[in-house]
């Protein structure tokens, strides 16, 4: 089998606030002593039950997880036992109030830092106007409920800012690296770039600003009406839709199919009716999207706005109503464009006067509600990253020689779930044989959405030391195909510093593999250049992924992601007037999904298989979708039956996946604070955790970074489980002591470098009938 090749353009994907920060609000030696004292104490009354009665051994134990006083004992060793833990038990109470309101008065620094406030303001200028101002300028602070709450906000973002990769602004910032072949060894980073910040209007704010302008009767003449389907358009001729003028629904058919693009105004002087009266004949035609009401834009880059306004600037000026829109346009570029360059605070006051005129143009709220990875506001922002790193060839060698295995399970596993997806899917088939691609979708709809959760597929049932045999691992899951094959690993180096990545001393930890090429999207668009970030992808799908019939899945923008697939799309999303002559992409319609010995495959129009490039993580794991995908990298969750705890799998040389525990929740919001703490630090103790750990559950897609030393952790804990649901505690790795990306000041910051993995091979673009 071909080896996997990493690509030489990454993404080094960085928090944007130092893992010091974070760290900083644990472990204080005061609250660490006493308890130690009265863990100590606890054992000594632990001992001392030996022989007791079972009632009174149950409300010692209750009184040693809530911190109550204790039962009443008989003279001897238990009751010197409990009298010595309820001493400690006082001394404990006190080392942790004050414990807690010295890191609270870290917790207060690092929330006062200009930076961080700033990061909140753009996050979520609600909580930041609501909540975070006042604690920041609050000049005392208690410690009741109301307040304790507060500081656990803050505290949570806090464990964003500092301990999660994600990408958003100047606190998720666009790190980027290469692989430096000139050189054999070596690592170089950089810390000088020059950091920029790029504010983009939201996909949701741009349509927005396309329903109020169509809605403008002042300025509706003016709009182009452009036709989307020529073919359904022509199917109208002579229907005789027209009502009292059975020929004007011809007439006007003729005129658009002519000049295929021509204001309403236009049309209304050529058929000698009014503006109202061509929007009453062009209704049924807009409804099945056979032609598109102007302003008309390609809107699937993260330059919608822009390409937007010289649609609407081509309305022309000397029309008042175009000339105000125009206007209109042209103050919000400016406050974009302010807001890019403000300082903090006084951007705050941009952005609200965006908001303002986004409102006054659109008749719209500025903010919306939404979930996770939703756009909330008219604007967001992505910045590019002081830090940029070169990888010499040998390190790169190394880290190429750690993953392969990896990558190979994932490609084993992957090809098992495709053929769980296909199995599931021809126990549902329909009648026929036959279906277009878009009554595929529809036909094999499942009943509930299975890319909500973390991770849609069930865990792999096995013996992770089963896993490190080749020879076993193969018998549990069976090898993959080979041939041409692609994945976006994120990668963790675990260093002490640059000077070890230099030297090649570093171990190999691959958080998560996406089913995804390194295209030119989103993630590149603070690269300096766009081009030869995706130029790998590109020449991989050409020489790889068209030969084996490879096509784009061609969606619906929704959020800030956009992706630009190189080669054959089919759309899977309503035609829009700018895909016009565009000959890369077909209908849905065009493409069948047939039943064929014992498959399902999707063919193109030609009769040829074709496999789906998938772009989107949630698509990868939509079973319909995921069933005619091309060879998928699947990264397994490996979790025996009944067990509490998974040490680290380690597949060749590099982790695939990271030590693991399983806790049923105890009912730790139910204790006061001090007790709340005490049962966080038994919980890890007890089963040998780090100190610091990452959380999750079916319940929460994204992880939360949890110190398992800090009263502000246990906080965090009591709020995000609850009693009884089954928890995922993970390790941190690499841990704080192999945080090599530091800033000049020495801070560290957790990093993993997102990488393309390709693999080529022989393949075969079959032709296929339906039987």
């Not at 002087?269 to 807009?286: I, N, S, Y």
């Not at 180096?493 to 390194?518: C, K, N, P, S, W």
Request: charged content about 25%.
């Amino acid at each position: 089998m071909s080896t996997w090749e990493l690509g030489r353009e990454f993404v080094l994907r960085h928090t944007g606030m130092p893992f010091d920060w974070i760290e900083g609000l644990g472990d204080d030696p005061g609250l660490e002593q006493a308890a130690t004292r009265l863990a100590a104490a606890e054992t000594a009354v632990r001992d001392a039950l030996d022989g007791q009665p079972p009632a009174r051994v149950r409300a010692v134990e209750t009184a040693l997880h809530t911190l109550a006083g204790p039962p009443a004992a008989p003279d001897g060793r238990l009751r010197r036992a409990l009298g010595e833990w309820s001493e400690a038990v006082d001394r404990y109470r006190l080392a942790y109030w004050d414990g807690y309101t010295r890191i609270e008065a870290r917790l207060h620094t690092a929330a006062c830092e200009p930076l961080v406030q700033e990061a909140v303001f753009v996050s979520n200028p609600d909580m930041w106007e609501n909540m975070w101002r006042r604690y920041a300028t609050a000049s005392e602070r208690g410690t009741n409920a109301a307040q304790r709450r507060l500081q656990r906000q803050v505290y949570t973002y806090l464990q964003r800012l500092c301990g999660k990769n994600e990408t958003t602004s100047f606190f998720g910032p666009l790190a980027y690296g290469t692989v430096d072949e000139k050189h054999e060894t070596g690592c170089t980073l950089r810390r000088d770039v020059p950091v920029r910040r790029l504010v983009f209007f939201a996909q949701w704010a741009v349509a927005a600003l396309v329903r109020a302008v169509r809605r403008d009767r002042g300025v509706l003449p003016l709009l182009p009406v452009s036709v989307v389907d020529p073919d359904r358009l022509r199917a109208r001729l002579g229907t005789g839709a027209g009502g009292d003028l059975p020929d004007l629904p011809d007439r006007l058919a003729r005129l658009l199919l002519r000049d295929g693009s021509v204001p309403v105004g236009r049309l209304a002087a050529e058929l000698g009716v009014g503006v109202a009266q061509v929007m009453r004949l062009l209704r049924d035609m807009l409804a099945s999207n056979t032609v598109e009401l102007g302003p008309s834009y390609p809107g699937d880059r993260q330059d919608a706005f822009d390409r937007l306004r010289d649609a609407v600037a081509g309305l022309g000026g000397a029309d008042p109503d175009a000339a105000r829109w125009q206007g209109g346009f042209a103050a919000l570029a400016a406050l974009r464009d302010d807001l890019a360059a403000a300082p903090f605070p006084q951007r705050t006051e941009v952005f609200y006067r965006l908001e303002q005129t986004f409102t006054a143009l659109t008749g719209q709220a500025a903010r919306r509600d939404g979930g996770l990875y939703t756009d909330r506001f008219v604007v967001y922002e992505e910045a590019s990253s002081p830090f940029a790193l070169a990888l010499g060839a040998g390190p790169t060698a190394r880290l190429t020689d750690a993953v392969q295995e990896a990558l190979d399970f994932c490609a084993d596993y992957g090809a098992l779930v495709r053929r769980r997806h296909q199995e599931h899917l021809l126990g549902r088939w329909p009648e026929h044989d036959r279906l277009t691609f878009d009554a595929y979708g529809e036909a094999m709809r499942p009943a509930a959405d299975p890319g909500s959760a973390f991770d849609p597929n069930a865990a792999l049932a096995v013996d992770p030391a089963d896993l490190g045999d080749p020879v076993r691992r193969r018998e549990l899951v069976a090898p993959a195909a080979p041939g041409p094959a692609y994945a976006l690993p994120d990668i963790c180096l675990a260093a002490a510093d640059t000077a070890a990545l230099d030297a090649g001393r570093f171990d190999v930890v691959i958080a998560r593999v996406h089913h995804h090429l390194l295209l030119e999207s989103w993630l590149s668009v603070a690269h300096p250049d766009p081009d030869a970030f995706g130029a790998a992808a590109a020449r991989w799908v050409a020489e790889s992924g068209t030969p084996q019939g490879l096509v784009g899945l061609d969606v619906s923008r929704r959020n800030k992601g956009f992706y630009v697939f190189p080669g054959d799309r089919v759309a899977l999303r309503p035609l829009r007037a700018d895909d016009a002559g565009d000959a890369r992409l077909a209908r849905a319609g065009d493409y069948h999904v047939h039943r064929a010995d014992g498959r399902i495959v999707l063919v193109d129009r030609a009769g040829h298989e074709r496999l789906l490039y998938l772009p989107l993580a949630d698509l990868a794991a939509y079973p319909p979708l995921a069933a005619l995908s091309a060879p998928q990298l699947v990264h397994a969750r490996i979790e025996p039956p009944a067990v509490e705890r998974t040490a680290a799998v380690t597949l060749g040389n590099a982790v695939y996946q990271r030590a693991r525990w399983f806790v049923a929740m105890p009912d730790v919001a139910g204790l006061d604070p001090a007790a709340r703490y005490l049962s966080l630090r038994r919980l890890a103790a007890a089963r040998g955790m780090p100190r610091f750990v990452y959380i999750r559950s079916e319940r929460r897609r994204k992880p939360y970074l949890l110190d398992t030393r800090s009263p502000l952790g246990a906080e965090l804990l009591a709020h995000v489980t609850e009693a009884g649901e089954r928890v995922q505690f993970e390790e941190m790795s690499p841990g704080p002591d192999a945080l090599w990306l530091r800033d000049e000041e020495g801070r560290r910051y957790t990093c993993e470098l997102r990488m393309q993995a390709t693999r080529t091979g022989a393949t075969t673009n079959r032709s296929v009938t339906a039987g």
